[in-house]
Structures are given as structure tokens and as C-alpha cells.
């Protein structure tokens, strides 16, 4: 038996990056999965790859700086799969310069997505997962962009200098893949991590411990 059969999960900022690949992992580990985002072709991309890997899954268009899109997702989800079991709150947003140079509207979308639309994201889970008698909530935030995404493709460049400073200044001596922060998104969602709460998990390469 799957170590995620019977579940169901909810992953936000699922249409690419470690969303898509964590929507998938959690697939392929039983679990039901819907995705949201706000670009649709990415969106139903991650469910043909969902599909593919065997699994089922479910779009739902949602901008996270908006709470009625949250709820409508959370409410979808309990509609198609029966209940939520697991929630991935990934959807996130960068910036960059310098603070001199900072646009407010910039900062306000950056705080109304990565804050937000975390806490929003629960106000509406958790009651969800209460009626189901519990679950699993998964926070995603970056260390610095050390992982290989497009969004630090936008930050650091896919090749040059400043790409092999970031890699270098993990002690692994690379850059974290999607995959690798799937593969803790499956245990941490899993009963093999019943007895983790309320814990940072830092997938990182050893970037914070150095």
C-alpha cells in the first residue's frame, strides 16, 4: 500500500517548480492532489504529469492575495476528493535590488502572496482538515533561493558567476533540485513523521548550519 493512499492533499503555487514537483510526489505516494496557481496551462500541465505518474489530480485557478480564491479552493477540493488531509502552502513570489530602489506595489505583492496568502491559506484548511478529524500543514519558504527553480533562475541566472557563487555557498557544494524537497514534502505529509510538529525542516544543503 501507498504510504499516502486514501489521502488528500492541497498544493498552492503548484504549476511549477517545487510545487509541481512536490503535487506530483504526493501523487505517486496515493495521495489525491489538487493543484492551483494562477496560470492554467501550468496548472493543467501538472495534472497530465499527475495523471501520468499514475495519480489523480484536480486545477483550480487561485491567486492567493485573494481569500475568496483560497476558500473556493479548499471548498473544491472537499467537493471532489471527500475531505483535505494535507495542505502544501508553496505559492510564493520574489524580488529583487535594492531596498533604496524598492516599489511599494512591488513589496505589497510580495508580503499580500508569501504572508498572506499562507495565513488565508490556513484560516481556510484547517477547519477543512478539523472535520476530517486532523491533517498535515506544509510551510514553504526560501533560504536565499538555494534551490533549482525558475524562480532562482530569475534571481541568480541559469549559468554564470553569480549562479556558482550561490551553489558554492552550500557545503554539499550544489544547489538543492525540486525533487529532493518533494521527497521531505511525502514524509513530512506521511505517518512515518506523526510524531514531527511545529518543526522547521531545512532542506537546504547544510546552508543554514554552516
Do not use: C
Amino acid at each position: 500500500m501507498k504510504k499516502l493512499e486514501g489521502k488528500t492533499a492541497l498544493v498552492t503555487g503548484g504549476t511549477s517548480g517545487i510545487g509541481r514537483e512536490a503535487a506530483v510526489a504526493l501523487a505517486r505516494a496515493g495521495a489525491k492532489v489538487t493543484v492551483t496557481g494562477r496560470r492554467e496551462a501550468e496548472g493543467a500541465e501538472t495534472v497530465r504529469l499527475i495523471t501520468e505518474a499514475g495519480g489523480e489530480g484536480h486545477y483550480v485557478k487561485t491567486d492567493v492575495r485573494h481569500e475568496a480564491d483560497i476558500e473556493k479552493a479548499v471548498e473544491e477540493t472537499v467537493a471532489r476528493f471527500g475531505g483535505l488531509d494535507i495542505a502544501l502552502n508553496n505559492a510564493g513570489v520574489e524580488t529583487a535590488g535594492p531596498l533604496t530602489e524598492a516599489e511599494e506595489d512591488t513589496y505589497r505583492t510580495v508580503f499580500d502572496i508569501n504572508v498572506w496568502g499562507v495565513l488565508a491559506s490556513m484560516k481556510h484548511e484547517v477547519p477543512a482538515m478539523l472535520k476530517g478529524g486532523g491533517g498535515t500543514i506544509i510551510n514553504v519558504s526560501s533560504v536565499a533561493g538555494q534551490i533549482d527553480t525558475d524562480m532562482a533562475d530569475r534571481f541568480a541566472g541559469k549559468e554564470g558567476e553569480q549562479r556558482e557563487y550561490i551553489a558554492g555557498l552550500h557545503p554539499i557544494g550544489r544547489s538543492g533540485k525540486p525533487r529532493e524537497v518533494a521527497d521531505a514534502v511525502v514524509w513530512l505529509a506521511s505517518d512515518e513523521s506523526s510524531f514531527v510538529t511545529g518543526h522547521s525542516l531545512n532542506v537546504d544543503g547544510g546552508w543554514t548550519a554552516q
